[in-house]
C-alpha cells in the first residue's frame, strides 16, 4: 500500500483535555486518562461501545494499552502502545490511520493521562536509566541540560540572542491570556524571562514548560463515519516519524534535529508545503524548540530562527500563528505535551477555539517531540476545503 492512500481516508471526530492544572490528591494519572476519554468520545457523539482501537502510553502505569482498556471497558481488536515519549501520540495517529485503512479497527481512541504535579511536583520521566550511560557522572540536570546545550550551540553558531529565545516564551503566554483553562495567564516580558531564575545556562525557568496535571484524548475514524457525526471532520493529511539518538551525545548536530526527516516526509505526503499551513502546534517543552522546528519543518532558514519569532512573530498578530493554546510553556504541561497540539490543531480547524482562533485556518501542522530532541513527529491536518 502505498502511504499516500491514508490521505483524507481518516479524521479526528472528538477531542478533549480531562481537568488540568493542579487537581489535588485521590486523582490518579488513570482517573483524568478516563475523563478525557469520556469527554472526547462525548465530542464525538460515539460511546465506549464504538471503541476498537486503543492507543496509549504512559509513565505512569506499566502495560498501558492493556491497564487503560481495563479501566475503560474497551477490548480492542487494535492496541498501541508505541513509546517514543511526548512525540508518542502523534506516532499513535499515523498509526491509527493506517489500522483504519487496512481495517484492523474502525474507531480508534487516543488517550493521556498524567497526575505529575500532584503527584510529585515535579518530572515523570517514561524512560528508566537502565542502560549504561557515560553522561551520568558529568552529573547533567536532565532533560534540561540538554535543551540547555542545544540553545548554547544555537547562539553560538547564528548568533541567536537571549531575548529572541524570551520572544517564545512570551508569545505563548499572550496566547495563554485568551484561553480560559491555560494554567499561567499573567502578564510576562521579555525582561521577566531573562531576569527569572537560571536553570541550566542559559535558559531560565521562564524558558521552561510548566509541570502540571493533565490528560487528553482524541477519536479518529474513518472518513465515512466521521461524515455523519456531529462534529466537522478533521482530515488526517500525511504524517511521519523520525528519531536520531537517545542520548544527547549522540545527537549528530545540537541544531539540527529529525523534525527536517518527518517534517519533509509528511509535507510530500499530505501534497502541501510550509506556505499552506494556516496554524502551528509545536511541542515547545523549552523555547529552544520553537526556533529548532520552526527552522527543521521549514518555516524558515537554519539559523533564522531568533529573527523569525522576533517582534512578536509567532504571538497573537504576527505572521505565524504558534501554539495557540498557550503551549507547554503557559497552558499545560503534565510530562508529555504532544496530544495537546493535536486537541488545539482540531478545534483551529473547526473553528471551536474562542478568542484565540485564528481566522480561515484549513490546515494545521501538529509536531512532537520525544526525549532530548530524540524522536519527531509531524502530522498534518485539513478541514474538507483541502482534500
Same mark, same amino acid.
Given at each position: 500500500?502505498?502511504?499516500?492512500?491514508?490521505?483524507?481516508?481518516? /479524521?479526528?471526530?472528538g477531542?478533549?483535555?480531562?481537568?488540568?492544572?493542579?487537581?489535588?490528591?485521590?486523582?490518579?494519572a488513570?482517573?483524568?486518562?478516563?475523563? /478525557?476519554?469520556?469527554?472526547?468520545?462525548?465530542d /464525538?457523539?460515539?460511546?465506549?461501545?464504538?471503541?476498537?482501537?486503543?492507543?496509549?502510553?504512559?509513565?505512569?502505569?506499566?502495560?498501558?494499552?492493556?491497564?487503560?482498556?481495563? $479501566?475503560?471497558?474497551? $477490548?480492542?481488536?487494535?492496541?498501541?502502545?508505541?513509546?517514543?515519549?511526548?512525540?508518542?501520540?502523534?506516532?499513535?495517529? +499515523?498509526?491509527?490511520?493506517?489500522a483504519?485503512?487496512t481495517?484492523?479497527?474502525e474507531?480508534?481512541?487516543?488517550?493521556?493521562?498524567?497526575?505529575?504535579r500532584?503527584?510529585s511536583?515535579g518530572?515523570?520521566?517514561?524512560?528508566?536509566?537502565?542502560?549504561?550511560?557515560?553522561?551520568v557522572?558529568?552529573?547533567?540536570r536532565?532533560p534540561?541540560?540538554?535543551?540547555?546545550l542545544?540553545?548554547?550551540?544555537?547562539?553560538?553558531?547564528?548568533?541567536?540572542? +537571549?531575548?529572541?529565545?524570551?520572544?517564545?516564551?512570551?508569545?505563548?503566554? +499572550?496566547?495563554?491570556?485568551?484561553?480560559?483553562v491555560?494554567?499561567?495567564?499573567?502578564?510576562?516580558?521579555?525582561?521577566?524571562?531573562?531576569?527569572?531564575?537560571t536553570?541550566?545556562?542559559?535558559?531560565?525557568?521562564r524558558?521552561?514548560?510548566?509541570?502540571?496535571?493533565?490528560?487528553?484524548?482524541?477519536?479518529?475514524?474513518?472518513?465515512?463515519?466521521?461524515?455523519?457525526?456531529?462534529?466537522?471532520?478533521?482530515?488526517?493529511?500525511?504524517?511521519?516519524? /523520525?528519531?536520531?539518538?537517545?542520548?544527547?551525545?549522540?545527537?549528530?548536530?545540537?541544531?539540527?534535529?529529525?523534525?527536517?526527516?518527518?517534517?519533509? $516526509?509528511?509535507?510530500?505526503?499530505?501534497?502541501?508545503?510550509?506556505?499552506?499551513?494556516?496554524?502551528?502546534?509545536?511541542?515547545d517543552?523549552?523555547?529552544?524548540n520553537?526556533?529548532?522546528?520552526?527552522e527543521?519543518?521549514?518555516?524558515?532558514?537554519k539559523?533564522?530562527?531568533?529573527?523569525?519569532?522576533?517582534?512578536?512573530?509567532i504571538?497573537?498578530?504576527?505572521?505565524?500563528p504558534?501554539?495557540?493554546?498557550?503551549?507547554?510553556?503557559?497552558?499545560?504541561?503534565?510530562?508529555?505535551?504532544?496530544?495537546?497540539?493535536?486537541?488545539?490543531?482540531?478545534?483551529?480547524?473547526?473553528?471551536?477555539?474562542g478568542? $484565540?482562533?485564528?481566522?480561515?485556518?484549513?490546515?494545521?501542522?501538529?509536531?512532537g517531540?520525544?526525549?532530548?530532541?530524540?524522536?519527531?513527529?509531524t502530522?498534518?491536518?485539513?478541514?474538507?476545503?483541502?482534500?
Open positions: 500500500m502505498d502511504e499516500r492512500q491514508l490521505r483524507g481516508h481518516t /479524521a479526528i471526530v477531542v478533549a483535555e480531562s481537568d488540568l492544572g493542579e487537581v489535588g490528591p485521590g486523582v490518579t488513570l482517573d483524568l486518562a478516563e475523563q /478525557a476519554a469520556g469527554r472526547a468520545l462525548d /464525538a457523539g460515539l460511546s465506549i461501545a464504538d471503541v476498537d482501537g486503543l492507543f496509549t502510553h504512559s509513565a505512569f502505569f506499566p502495560m498501558p494499552s492493556v491497564v487503560l482498556g481495563e $479501566r475503560l471497558g474497551v $477490548r480492542p481488536r487494535h492496541s498501541d502502545s508505541t513509546a517514543t515519549g511526548g512525540s508518542s501520540f502523534l506516532a499513535h495517529v +499515523r498509526h491509527a490511520a493506517a483504519i485503512e481495517g484492523m479497527c474507531v480508534a481512541l487516543i488517550v493521556y493521562g498524567s497526575n505529575q500532584s503527584a511536583g518530572l515523570v520521566s517514561s524512560g528508566q536509566n537502565a542502560i549504561p550511560s557515560y553522561e557522572p558529568f552529573g547533567p536532565l534540561v541540560s540538554a535543551y540547555a542545544a540553545a548554547a550551540r544555537h547562539m553560538h553558531e547564528f548568533g541567536t540572542s +537571549r531575548e529572541q529565545l524570551a520572544e517564545v516564551a512570551v508569545a505563548a503566554r +499572550r496566547w495563554a491570556q485568551l484561553n480560559p491555560a494554567f499561567e495567564q499573567g502578564d510576562l516580558t521579555i525582561d521577566d524571562v531573562l531576569g527569572a531564575r536553570v541550566s545556562s542559559p535558559l531560565t525557568v524558558d521552561c514548560c510548566l509541570v502540571t496535571d493533565g490528560g487528553g484524548a482524541v477519536v479518529i475514524t474513518t472518513s465515512e463515519r466521521a461524515r455523519d457525526l456531529p462534529r466537522p471532520p478533521v482530515f488526517y493529511l500525511g504524517g511521519a516519524e /523520525a528519531h536520531s539518538h537517545m542520548s544527547i551525545s549522540q545527537m549528530p548536530d545540537l541544531t539540527r534535529t529529525a523534525a527536517a526527516e518527518s517534517g519533509a $516526509r509528511a509535507f510530500d505526503l499530505a501534497g502541501l508545503s510550509p506556505a499552506d499551513v494556516d496554524v502551528v502546534q509545536l511541542y517543552a523549552f523555547t529552544i520553537v526556533l529548532l522546528f520552526l527543521d519543518l521549514g518555516f524558515c532558514a539559523g533564522e530562527g531568533g529573527d523569525f519569532v522576533s517582534n512578536g512573530g504571538a497573537p498578530g504576527g505572521h505565524l504558534v501554539n495557540t493554546n498557550g503551549g507547554g510553556l503557559s497552558y499545560c504541561h503534565p510530562g508529555m505535551y504532544g496530544i495537546f497540539t493535536l486537541i488545539e490543531a482540531t478545534r483551529q480547524i473547526r473553528g471551536q477555539a478568542d $484565540r482562533q485564528v481566522p480561515d485556518s484549513h490546515v494545521a501542522l501538529a509536531h517531540n520525544g526525549g532530548m530532541l530524540s524522536s519527531q513527529v502530522v498534518l491536518l485539513g478541514d474538507a476545503s483541502v482534500l
